[in-house]
């Protein structure tokens, strides 16, 4: 069974930085997709960014191109989100996701398995 662990959610000001961990196992994570997704209150969940495991090629919403990275470190299992220049906007709970195989990973329908979240709070 895919387990996910997310870490690394905190209150920071507005103009800060601050990055998110995802741990991963259970699986072997060379054919899958991983990405991280947020959910304001009130607000659907929605895409971040996500990267294909293997290749190490990423993808990431509009409103975070510029500001945020995805990475990984194959050998930890781990998934990072560097979020940097953050907004009171960006305030929300962060969920990291997996999906088996190579398909883009943009919307939440369409998740194989999720973390339990990390709350971000970017206050003004």
């Known amino acids: 069974q895919v387990q996910l662990v997310e870490s690394g959610g905190r209150l920071v000001q507005a103009g800060g930085s601050l990055k998110l961990s995802c741990t991963a196992s259970g699986t072997t994570f060379s054919y899958y997709t991983m990405g991280w997704f947020r959910q304001a209150p009130g607000k659907g969940r929605e895409f971040v960014a996500a990267i294909r495991w293997s290749a190490g090629i990423t993808y990431s919403a509009d409103s975070v191109k510029g500001r945020f990275t995805i990475s990984r470190d194959n050998a930890k299992n781990t998934m990072y989100l560097q979020m940097n220049s953050l907004q009171p906007e960006d305030t929300a709970v962060y969920y990291c996701?997996?999906?088996?195989?190579?398909?883009?990973?943009?919307?939440?329908?369409?998740?194989?398995?999720w973390g339990q979240g990390t709350q971000v709070t970017v206050s003004s």
């Open positions: 996701a997996a999906n088996r195989g190579l398909a883009p990973m943009t919307s939440s329908t369409r998740v194989d398995f």
